[in-house]
Each structure stands twice: as structure tokens, then as C-alpha cells.
């Protein structure tokens, strides 16, 4: 049986470079090989790449992979599939990827909760009405002692239930985005049988958002570069389909108005210490931002003034 590159079964193989060390585990390594491809030619390299074969596979890449994987691992080798300069490659990786044994990922879980707590604190400050940090609020509420913060500044209980409400939401709506996905990430790796850590949150309770975000990370190399791009694309498509309607309905819950609106309703001390930040305008946010108040925003002086649910779905996507 020959393919395009004109190499039979039969077909002597051309050792483009060898050595002699490891001969047994090549020619197991290469009859593997055979069984899925029709070999081209072989070469023979370093310790860190030991075996390149090059020809047309002649089973689908996923199946192949899963024939040739056990086969390598036998010799110590993991197969690394790949498509250069119009043909098939399988290398040979001179490791075997062991699978770890499942336990509990404790650092993973205390990282998120710190990181619930990190963002959840954020959410607060980022509430109408409250003058005074959480931390500080918590502390007035313990010990009862109000010396060093103005009278017009205290928040009236209504205001601080509604400050813990809004850290609930702007909570939910970022760690619900990053959750979805890195969430997506992790499950198509393990559609693929592709062995990675769970996600690592990392909180940062002095930055704007609360967080930086969060990690996963890859055991072992994809088998295929479709593969590979599989459990990319994963991500990003899984977040925005949260991101959308969390954009949407955090824009319902967002004001329009001039910055002069929003310093007006802020206590003259505290007005005058205030910077306004403008988010940055993507085609995507403006196009929602229409979707929900029918009209192209900024225009003039006016412009969104965000709900914290709504910068959360900015952060993350826009």
C-alpha cells in the first residue's frame, strides 16, 4: 500500500541520523509507528527528541494517538503527533506523563476562598452611598466606636445591606465568568483525556477587581495540535457565553448620566477626592450598550455609569 509520498510497506526505512544506545526501544518505538502511518522516513535524534517519524497516517489522528500511546509509554516514550511541511509527525517524548493520584486540591480550594473573600470585599467599596471601607465598617460594628469618621459619612443600615447585596452580585457575576472559563478548559481536557491541575483562583483584595485572575494548567503536551486548540478555544467561548447576559443585565442595572450627575450626588468631601475612570470601548460593548439603551454610548458627555455586575463582565471580556 503506498501513499502520495511514494513509500510502500516494504519500503527499507532511511535513517537520516542514529546512534546505537536505545536500539531496542526504537525499533519498538518505529513498529508502532508503522501500525498507524505509512512511514516516510525516520530520524534519529538527541536524548530530548530521540525519534521523529514522518509519513501519512492512515487511521484518524485520535485513534492513532490512543494505539500508539500505550505502545510508547511501554519504552518509556510518549508520543507527540503533529502536521509540518505537509506530512504527518509523531515524535517520540523521552518521558511518560504519569497521572497523578486524585486527592483533594486543598491549595486549589483555599485559594478560591480567599479569593471569594478578595472579591466579595471589592464588591462592597464598589457600592453607592458607602463612604467607609468594609474592613473598617466591620470593625464599627464590633467594637461600636464611630471616632474619626464624620456623621454625614456612616452608612444607614439600609445602605450597608444594600453594599453587602452588591458584593454578593459583583461576586457572583466575575467568579461566575472565570469559572465558566476555566471551567471550559478543564472539561474539554478531560474529553480529550488530557491530564490537568483544577483551577487556581488568585485573589488580590487591593487592585480594582479583587482578583488576577486564575490558572490552569496542562500535565502532560496535547496529542494533536486540534487537540490543543480544542482546549483553547474552550475557555474563552465558555466565558462569554456567561459573559453576555451578565454584561446585559448589569447595563440594565447601570445609570446614564454626565460625570457632573455622578459628583453631584456624592458628599462635597468626598467629591472633590474623587477620579472617574472611563472604561475603554470595544466594538462588542458598544453594540450592547445600543442593545440596551438604543442609542450609541458616549455621546457627548453622557455616557454608561456601570453597575458593578457590569464591570465585572467588562474585566473579564471587554
Known amino acids: 500500500m503506498a501513499d502520495e509520498f511514494g513509500a510502500t510497506e516494504k519500503t527499507p526505512l532511511k535513517i537520516l541520523a542514529g546512534s546505537e544506545s536505545g536500539e531496542r526501544s526504537q525499533d519498538a518505538l518505529v513498529r508502532a509507528a508503522r501500525e498507524v502511518m505509512d512511514v516516510q522516513d525516520v530520524t534519529l535524534g538527541d536524548k530530548d527528541s530521540p525519534l521523529r517519524v514522518r509519513g501519512r497516517l492512515n487511521i484518524p489522528s485520535e485513534e492513532a494517538f490512543a494505539r500508539l500511546r500505550p505502545q510508547f509509554e511501554a519504552v518509556g516514550h510518549t508520543p507527540l503527533m503533529r502536521h509540518e511541511d505537509g506530512m504527518d509527525v509523531i515524535r517520540a517524548l523521552p518521558t511518560v506523563y504519569a497521572k497523578a493520584e486524585r486527592k483533594f486540591p486543598t491549595a486549589a480550594v483555599v485559594m478560591l476562598v480567599l479569593t471569594v473573600l478578595s472579591v466579595f470585599i471589592t464588591g462592597v467599596q464598589q457600592a453607592d452611598g458607602l463612604y467607609v471601607g468594609p474592613i473598617q465598617m466591620l470593625i464599627i460594628k464590633l467594637t461600636g466606636d464611630t471616632s474619626g469618621v464624620p456623621t454625614n459619612l456612616l452608612p444607614t443600615p439600609e445602605v450597608w445591606r444594600n453594599a453587602l447585596w452588591i458584593g454578593v452580585q459583583y461576586t457572583l457575576a466575575l467568579l461566575g465568568i472565570l469559572g465558566a472559563h476555566e471551567m471550559g478548559h478543564y472539561i474539554v481536557a478531560r474529553i480529550h483525556k488530557v491530564h490537568t491541575t483544577v483551577?487556581?483562583?488568585?485573589?488580590?483584595?487591593?487592585?480594582?477587581?479583587?482578583?488576577?485572575?486564575?490558572v490552569i494548567a496542562m500535565r502532560e503536551p496535547a496529542p494533536n495540535r486540534r487537540v490543543q486548540f480544542d482546549i483553547g478555544i474552550a475557555g474563552p467561548i465558555a466565558g462569554l457565553i456567561i459573559a453576555i447576559p451578565v454584561m446585559l443585565l448589569g447595563l440594565r442595572l447601570s445609570t446614564v448620566g454626565t460625570a457632573q450627575d455622578?459628583?453631584?450626588?456624592?458628599?462635597?468631601?468626598?467629591?472633590?477626592?474623587?477620579v472617574l475612570l472611563h472604561e475603554g470601548q470595544s466594538l462588542a460593548y458598544m453594540a450592547l450598550k445600543f442593545v440596551t439603551f438604543g442609542r450609541f454610548l458616549p455621546s457627548g458627555n453622557v455616557d454608561v455609569w456601570v453597575h458593578p455586575v457590569a464591570l465585572a463582565a467588562w474585566a473579564v471580556c471587554w
Open 262 to 274: 455622578v459628583l453631584g450626588n456624592l458628599p462635597p468631601e468626598i467629591a472633590q477626592n474623587t
Open 199 to 214: 483551577p487556581f483562583f488568585i485573589p488580590m483584595p487591593f487592585n480594582l477587581l479583587g482578583t488576577m485572575g486564575a
